[in-house]
């Protein structure tokens, strides 16, 4: 779609795994220390036998993944795009120590008389697996 700074179907992917690190800090910086992401033993006693990453993390590396998409339209652009939120966000499978995943944005709508861009996102662990999806909203303003 001329006359915007992305299109429909503009794409971005990255991967990462998930270290014990990353949740841990993450529960400090939130305080979320609920015990299913912290307490081992609490963990092993659950039907999932282990720890899990918060799902609010998998937000962030969703956020991750609007920022890559959005890489090639910061330039000679006259409106910076700013995250109106997430819609829609599930968390569909727990997201545990050393899972490796994949984050798929893909730009889905445009609103030219809003100013808006819709991303759909999808997150598969390393089997495949899909643990969480999200309709992102950008708002595109103004540089005054």
Do not use: C
Request: proline fraction near 2%.
């Amino acid at each position: 779609m001329s006359g915007f700074y992305v299109s429909v179907g503009d794409r971005s992917s990255f991967s990462k795994t998930v270290g014990e690190t990353d949740v841990y800090l993450f529960a400090g910086i939130t305080g979320d220390l609920s015990p299913n992401h912290v307490n081992k033993a609490y963990m092993e006693k659950s039907r999932y036998k282990r720890l899990q990453a918060h799902g609010a993390l998998l937000v962030g590396f969703m956020s991750t993944a609007s920022t890559l998409v959005l890489a090639h339209a910061r330039d000679d652009a006259d409106e910076t795009p700013v995250s109106l939120g997430y819609d829609r966000v599930r968390f569909l499978a727990p997201v545990f120590f050393g899972d490796t995943l994949t984050v798929d944005y893909t730009i889905s709508a445009i609103d030219l008389e809003r100013r808006r861009s819709n991303g759909d996102i999808t997150i598969k662990n390393q089997h495949g697996t899909l643990v969480a999806v999200a309709t992102h909203i950008l708002k595109w303003v103004r540089n005054d």
